[in-house]
C-alpha cells in the first residue's frame, strides 16, 4: 500500500460502522494483512507487539500478559477483544485466553486496535481498549492452502485450507484445520520451564447471498489441546506455604456464530448476530463454560446529516468449577445474565470539515446492576491530509465472578490456643465498578505522499479501583479440620490517573523500502484512599507496564522474489516486578518462489538467548524466559 492507501483504511471498531482512518476520532492503529505476513509472528500476541501503546509480555510458552495504557496482568480485565465482533472476554477472571485465540493467521484481513474507552458501544470492561480481529470474507480465500514449518520453539505446525462456492455461486465457503507443537521455554534458572503445549484447530466461514437485500455470515471453529502449566497447590489446611507443581492441562472448546444483515434501503438496515461459545480447561479451577450471545442494531441515515445507530444486547453465561484446595469460586455453579442497550448519533456540522459523534451503551449486570457509558467525539479535517480528533468518555469495569466469590488459601498455621488457621483472599458481594473518565486528542496527517505519522495523548482519571483489605476473622468447619480462616477481600479503595502519548508514522524511504517507526509513553498514578490498609496494591499498578517503549519495523523488496523484514521492539523495565528493559529483534527472509509458493526463514529474538517479559504478580503460573529462536515455513496456495 502507498501512503493515501493506509489513510483511506475503513476501520469499523470505533463507532460500529466503517469509516475512514483518515477521519476516526480515535487513537486507532491497523495491522494489515501485509503487515501480518511480513512479520514472521505465528500468533497474535506477537502481532500485537507493533502497536504503539500495546504492553505485550510473554508469561510462559503458552501464557500472555496483553493490555493498553497500563494495567497489565495476566488476565487484563480493561481491554475488550473481539473477533469479528464477537466477544472474547472472560467473566470469571477477565481477560482472554490468548492460547486458544488460533484464527489462521492468513485469514485475517486486518487487526483494528482502539487504544483508549470503547465503552459507549461495546460495554463494561472496554476500559483501555478495544482489540478486533477482523477476518476475511469466504469469497476472498477461494482455492487452497497448504502451509507447515518447524523449528526449535515452534516444533511443527501447519494449516490445510480449502475455499469454493456453492449454490450456483450464491454461497461462499472456506474450510481448515491447524495444528502447533510447541517446545518449553527456560525457567527462571535456565533448566526446563515445563510449560510446552499443542493445539489442533478446525473451522469453517460462508458467506450466503439469501436475496438482494439479505446476506448471511456463519462460521465456527472447535479445538482441543494440551498444554503443561507450571503452577501451585496447596496440599493441605496446615501447610505453611503453595508447593510448586506441573500437571498437564487439557483444553476444549468451540464457537459457531451467525450475522445477518438485512438492507431495507440505501439509508437504513439491520444487523442480528447470534453466536454460541463453550470450553473447557483443566487447570487450577477447572472451569467448564457456556455463553448466549445476542447483538441487534439498526443502523438510519437521518437526512444528508446524521446517521444514527442504536441496538440492543443480551448475554447467558453458565459455567461449573471443581476448584481445589488452593482456588475456588462459592458458589461452584454460576449463571448470569447481562443485557444492554446502545444508540449513537453521527452528526455532520460542516460537510467534509467537522464530525461530531454522541452516543452511549447503558447495561445491567447481575452485581452492581445499571451502568452507563457515555461517550462524545469530534474531529476537524481542515483539508484532505489534516484531521485533528478529541473524546471525553466514561467506561466501566464491571466486577468478575473472582471478585465476587474467590476462595484462594494461601497458608496454614497454628492459631490462638493451637486453633488451626488458614489465611487468605475472599471475594467481596459488595464490590463495584471499577470507573474512568478518559481524554484524548490526536492529529494524523499525510506530510507527503512518502510520510504519515498520527500522535494521539490521553489523561485517565480512575476511581474505585482494585485493593486488598483485611477482613474479619471467622470459624469454619469445611473442609475438616475446624480452623479459622483470616480473610483479605477484594475492596474498592484506590483511585488515580494515568497519562501518555503514543505516535506511530509510516516512511517510504524508497520504492522498495519502507520503515514504520513508533513509541510509546506512559505513567500511571495511584493511590491508596483514606482508611484503605492495603500499602502494595498502588505501587505494583504504578510499576506494571512499562513507561516508555518503541518499535521500528522495516520492510524491503529485493530482487527475484526475495523480501527482507526486520523488526525491533524496545520495552523499558517493569519496576512494579523488578523486570529490567530488553529489546526484542525479529527478521525474517522470504522468497517468493512462484505466484503460488513462498519459503521463508525467520529469527526472533535475536538480541539475547533469553529474557524475562512478565510475571503473574498473583503467581497463579510460574514464569518462563523467552528465549531466541528461528523457524522455517513454506506456504503453497493452489
Known amino acids: ?120 458501544v461495546w460495554g463494561a470492561n472496554a476500559v483501555e481498549g478495544v482489540i478486533n480481529i477482523i477476518t476475511k470474507k469466504a469469497a476472498e480465500t477461494s482455492g487452497g492452502l497448504v502451509s507447515a514449518g518447524g523449528g526449535n520453539l515452534a516444533q511443527g505446525f501447519g494449516t490445510v485450507q480449502y475455499g469454493g462456492n456453492l449454490d450456483k455461486g450464491k454461497m461462499d465457503y472456506r474450510v481448515y484445520t491447524k495444528y502447533q507443537d510447541n517446545d518449553h521455554l527456560p525457567n527462571a534458572t535456565g533448566q526446563n520451564g515445563g510449560d510446552g503445549w499443542h493445539l489442533l484447530d478446525g473451522g469453517f466461514r460462508t458467506d450466503s447471498a439469501l436475496s438482494d437485500k439479505d446476506n448471511l455470515t456463519t462460521q465456527g471453529s472447535m479445538y482441543t489441546g494440551e498444554e503443561d502449566i507450571p503452577t501451585f497447590t496447596l496440599p493441605s489446611l496446615s501447610s505453611p506455604s503453595p508447593v510448586f507443581v506441573d500437571t498437564p492441562v487439557n483444553l476444549s472448546g468451540g464457537y459457531l456464530q451467525s450475522v445477518w444483515n438485512h438492507t431495507f434501503s440505501a439509508r437504513t438496515d439491520t444487523t442480528l448476530e447470534v453466536s454460541y461459545d463453550s470450553y473447557r480447561r483443566n487447570d487450577t479451577l477447572r472451569e467448564g463454560r457456556e455463553t448466549l450471545y445476542v447483538d441487534f442494531q439498526h443502523h438510519i441515515a437521518v437526512g444528508t446529516r446524521q446517521d444514527i445507530r442504536w441496538g440492543l444486547t443480551y448475554e447467558y453465561t453458565d459455567s461449573d468449577t471443581d476448584g481445589g484446595l488452593l482456588f475456588s469460586v462459592d458458589p461452584a455453579d454460576l449463571s448470569a445474565s447481562l443485557f444492554g442497550c446502545f444508540v449513537q448519533d453521527e452528526i455532520v456540522l460542516v460537510p467534509e470539515r467537522l464530525y461530531l459523534t454522541v452516543g452511549t451503551k447503558l447495561e445491567h449486570n447481575n452485581y452492581t446492576g445499571w451502568a452507563a457509558m457515555p461517550g462524545t467525539r469530534i474531529a476537524w479535517q481542515p483539508n484532505k491530509k489534516n484531521m485533528i480528533w478529541a473524546a471525553l468518555s466514561r467506561a466501566v469495569h464491571t466486577p468478575n465472578e473472582t471478585d465476587i466469590a474467590a476462595r484462594q488459601n494461601f497458608a496454614g498455621f497454628v492459631g490462638p490456643g493451637g486453633l488451626p488457621a488458614v ?157 529490567p528493559a530488553y529489546t526484542r529483534i525479529d527478521t525474517q527472509l522470504t522468497w517468493e518462489w512462484s505466484e503460488r509458493g513462498t519459503v521463508s526463514l525467520v529469527g526472533q529474538n535475536l538480541q539475547r538467548d533469553h529474557h524475562l517479559e512478565f510475571e503473574d504478580f498473583l503467581q497463579s503460573i510460574v514464569s518462563s524466559q523467552t528465549k531466541r529462536s528461528g523457524y522455517a515455513m513454506i506456504r503453497w496456495r493452489f
Open 423 to 579: 489465611a487468605g483472599i475472599a471475594g467481596n458481594p459488595d464490590y463495584r465498578n471499577e470507573e474512568l473518565v478518559a481524554t484524548e486528542a490526536g492529529y494524523r496527517a499525510s506530510v507527503s505522499d512518502r510520510i504519515s505519522f498520527g500522535v494521539a495523548a490521553f489523561y485517565n482519571h480512575y476511581t474505585h479501583q482494585q485493593t486488598l483489605e483485611p477482613g474479619t476473622p471467622f470459624l469454619e468447619a469445611q473442609p475438616p479440620p475446624l480452623h479459622l480462616f483470616i480473610p483479605s477481600l477484594f475492596a474498592n479503595l484506590m483511585h488515580g490517573e494515568a497519562h501518555g502519548f503514543e505516535i506511530s508514522s509510516d516512511w517510504k524511504v524508497m520504492n522498495r523500502w519502507s520503515l514504520s517507526p513508533g513509541y510509546a509513553f506512559e505513567q500511571v498514578n495511584m493511590h491508596a484512599e483514606p482508611g484503605s490498609l492495603d500499602t502494595t496494591s498502588a505501587a505494583l499498578n504504578d510499576g506494571i507496564s512499562p513507561r516508555h517503549s518503541a518499535q521500528l519495523r522495516s520492510r524491503v523488496d529485493l530482487s527475484h522474489g526475495l523480501a527482507w523484514d526486520a523488526a525491533a521492539y524496545f520495552v523499558g523495565r517493569l519496576p512494579g516486578e523488578n523486570i
Open 1 to 120: 500500500m502507498n501512503i493515501e492507501d493506509l489513510m483511506n483504511i475503513k476501520v469499523s471498531s470505533v463507532s460500529r460502522t466503517e469509516e475512514k482512518l483518515s477521519r476516526t476520532a480515535s487513537a486507532v492503529f491497523v495491522i494489515t494483512q501485509e503487515d501480518i505476513r511480513r512479520s514472521g509472528a505465528l500468533n497474535i500476541p506477537d502481532l500485537l507487539r507493533m502497536v504503539p501503546g500495546v504492553d505485550v509480555g510473554q508469561i510462559n510458552a503458552n501464557t500472555w500478559a496483553i493490555a493498553v495504557r497500563g494495567f497489565n496482568s495476566r488476565f487484563s480485565n480493561k481491554l475488550m477483544v473481539l473477533l469479528d465482533g464477537r466477544r472474547l472476554y472472560i467473566p470469571t477472571t477477565g481477560g482472554v485466553f490468548w492460547d486458544v485465540v488460533d484464527v489462521p493467521l492468513e485469514d485475517i484481513e486486518r487487526i483494528e486496535v482502539i487504544r483508549g474507552p470503547g465503552g459507549s
